[in-house]
């Protein structure tokens, strides 16, 4: 069973409430959104009584909190609550699409990692763009998170644009939908939960250092995680550890309010608990590992009219090993620049190579990097396609580099990256790809060769 409390929920937001009936249920495109209709891990499991809130007193510090007032949140002893057990899990500051708009919402996610549940009345959602937001105007001032729980925030552009605001509880999830035209920075951001006494309780820094209202001493360490990539989502990869670095976050498929496995109680590390090692979803609990991909075959001129190449043309990469990887993150653009205006993100389209999630490509495995026209055959290779119709900037032309990078914007494999630009094989009158003698191989003009096309076939 599901319960709505809807409200609304504005800029300047409102503490008011009102309990309402269930939103009409909806059939979201995309896969930001969670589908209100649909059956949840958690339907399987008796709805527990989340029950009142940790026991606390009326003892006051001074100070400013969530709430705007002269009070914090205490024990019953008198101590500060202390919400170090929250921590920043997901946050989609760039979604693919307009930005706030009904199917591609902004979203901060929180996860409670500790042993104990925690109220959340003095907890203040701190990001680059947003208002500074406290869970008494989200209406959360008397909400608390147990052990394994989450609160994920939906930022909707408008009220027609927000399919519905409020509070809306699920057996572990705690979701609220708002509206202001405010948005998340997608160049340079920062997202921190700061708790009583104005302490950041864990941080999220990308894209460029913060400014000083944003850069709490101790809150990250390093330099700032890249800039985000549309469509993806900044994930911390490992929810129980936290270093306050780049090192903990990676590019990834928005999954908000998804279950992560519980920690073992001996490694910390991500596992089903029972000793094994082994995760519910039947792999190991580490993400994917490094490998080496390669370009190994590239069609710039494939045959017919100009004007219909990018129909068929195509990027084949393999992977070499040793480890299978998630080619969610990646791009692909027709330049070394690292700003190059062509530059895409591979979007995963069709198959499948045997790992999880559905972007890993295993090893030994070929994928094909394709515009979003394409129709040309792919040998039964896993798809990955641009956010547009080409491939990099309008098109591969016979003389242009292609150049693959990873989620860390590494280069990781090139094509005709080489000093002239012209040199042969150079296929500008003949309508054949360009294969890689050996996978191996350096990129270099004799390490090409031009030949019949066999995509996705080794």
């Given at each position: 069973?599901?319960?709505?409390?809807?409200?609304?929920?504005?800029?300047?937001?409102?503490?008011?409430?009102?309990?309402?009936?269930?939103?009409?249920?909806?059939?979201?495109?995309?896969?930001?959104?969670?589908?209100?209709?649909?059956?949840?891990?958690?339907?399987?499991?008796?709805?527990?009584?989340?029950?009142?809130?940790?026991?606390?007193?009326?003892?006051?510090?001074?100070?400013?909190?969530?709430?705007?007032?002269?009070?914090?949140?205490?024990?019953?002893?008198?101590?500060?609550?202390?919400?170090?057990?929250?921590?920043?899990?997901?946050?989609?500051?760039?979604?693919?699409g307009k930005d706030g708009d009904p199917w591609s919402p902004e979203i901060i996610e929180v996860l409670n990692v500790g042993d104990e549940a925690l109220p959340i009345a003095d907890l203040i959602i701190l990001a680059?763009?947003?208002?500074?937001?406290?869970?008494?105007?989200?209406?959360?001032?008397?909400?608390?998170?147990?052990?394994?729980?989450?609160?994920?925030?939906?930022?909707?552009?408008?009220?027609?644009?927000?399919?519905?605001?409020?509070?809306?509880?699920?057996?572990?999830?705690?979701?609220?939908?708002?509206?202001?035209?405010?948005?998340?920075?997608?160049?340079?951001?920062?997202?921190?939960?700061?708790?009583?006494?104005?302490?950041?309780?864990?941080?999220?820094?990308?894209?460029?250092?913060?400014?000083a209202s944003h850069d709490f001493d101790g809150a990250w360490e390093g330099v700032p995680a890249g800039e985000p990539v549309s469509g993806f989502s900044w994930c911390r990869t490992q929810p129980f550890l936290d270093?306050?670095?780049a090192e903990d976050w990676a590019l990834c498929v928005p999954s908000p309010g998804e279950l992560e496995p519980e920690p073992d109680s001996t490694t910390g590390d991500s596992t089903t608990g029972d000793g094994t090692?082994?995760?519910?979803?039947?792999?190991?609990?580490?993400?994917?590992?490094?490998?080496?991909?390669?370009?190994?075959?590239?069609?710039?001129?494939?045959?017919?009219?100009?004007?219909?190449?990018?129909?068929?043309?195509?990027?084949?990469?393999?992977?070499?090993?040793?480890?299978?990887?998630?080619?969610?993150?990646?791009?692909?653009?027709?330049?070394?620049?690292?700003?190059?205006?062509?530059?895409?993100?591979?979007?995963?389209?069709?198959?499948?190579?045997?790992?999880?999630?559905?972007?890993?490509?295993?090893?030994?495995?070929?994928?094909?990097?394709?515009?979003?026209?394409?129709?040309?055959?792919?040998?039964?290779?896993?798809?990955?396609?641009?956010?547009?119709?080409?491939?990099?900037?309008?098109?591969?032309?016979?003389?242009?580099?292609?150049?693959?990078?990873?989620?860390?914007?590494?280069?990781?494999?090139?094509?005709?990256?080489?000093?002239?630009?012209?040199?042969?094989?150079?296929?500008?009158?003949?309508?054949?790809?360009?294969?890689?003698?050996?996978?191996?191989?350096?990129?270099?003009?004799?390490?090409?060769?031009?030949?019949?096309?066999?995509?996705?076939?080794?």
């Amino acid at each position: 069973m599901r319960a709505y409390l809807l409200f609304p929920l504005v800029v300047p937001l409102t503490a008011s409430i009102a309990c309402a009936a269930p939103p009409p249920e909806f059939e979201a495109p995309t896969q930001l959104l969670p589908d209100l209709g649909a059956p949840s891990p958690w339907d399987e499991l008796p709805e527990p009584d989340r029950g009142p809130a940790p026991p606390q007193d009326d003892t006051t510090d001074p100070g400013t909190s969530a709430g705007g007032s002269d009070t914090a949140t205490t024990t019953g002893e008198g101590r500060p609550v202390d919400l170090g057990g929250l921590r920043l899990t997901e946050v989609l500051a760039d979604p693919e699409g307009k930005d706030g708009d009904p199917w591609s919402p902004e979203i901060i996610e929180v996860l409670n990692v500790g042993d104990e549940a925690l109220p959340i009345a003095d907890l203040i959602i701190l990001a680059r763009g947003w208002p500074r937001l406290s869970t008494d105007e989200l209406g959360l001032a008397d909400e608390h998170l147990g052990p394994g729980e989450r609160l994920v925030l939906y930022r909707y552009a408008d009220l027609e644009a927000a399919p519905w605001t409020g509070v809306f509880y699920e057996p572990g999830i705690l979701e609220v939908h708002f509206e202001t035209a405010a948005g998340l920075r997608n160049g340079d951001g920062a997202v921190l939960l700061i708790g009583p006494g104005e302490e950041a309780v864990d941080a999220l820094i990308y894209g460029g250092d913060p400014p000083a209202s944003h850069d709490f001493d101790g809150a990250w360490e390093g330099v700032p995680a890249g800039e985000p990539v549309s469509g993806f989502s900044w994930c911390r990869t490992q929810p129980f550890l936290d270093s306050d670095s780049a090192e903990d976050w990676a590019l990834c498929v928005p999954s908000p309010g998804e279950l992560e496995p519980e920690p073992d109680s001996t490694t910390g590390d991500s596992t089903t608990g029972d000793g094994t090692g082994g995760t519910t979803d039947g792999t190991t609990g580490e993400p994917p590992g490094e490998a080496t991909l390669v370009i190994t075959e590239v069609l710039s001129n494939a045959p017919g009219p100009s004007s219909q190449e990018r129909e068929l043309e195509y990027v084949e990469i393999l992977n070499l090993g040793p480890d299978d990887v998630d080619l969610a993150g990646w791009s692909i653009a027709d330049s070394e620049d690292i700003d190059a205006p062509g530059r895409d993100p591979l979007l995963y389209r069709e198959g499948s190579s045997g790992c999880s999630p559905e972007s890993c490509l295993a090893v030994g495995e070929r994928a094909l990097i394709v515009g979003g026209a394409f129709i040309g055959p792919t040998g039964g290779a896993m798809v990955f396609e641009t956010d547009d119709s080409n491939l990099a900037d309008g098109g591969l032309t016979a003389h242009e580099p292609v150049v693959l990078r990873d989620a860390d914007e590494t280069i990781a494999s090139t094509y005709r990256a080489w000093p002239d630009a012209f040199a042969e094989p150079y296929p500008v009158d003949i309508e054949l790809p360009a294969h890689r003698l050996t996978p191996e191989a350096d990129d270099e003009p004799a390490q090409w060769e031009l030949a019949e096309a066999s995509p996705g076939v080794p």
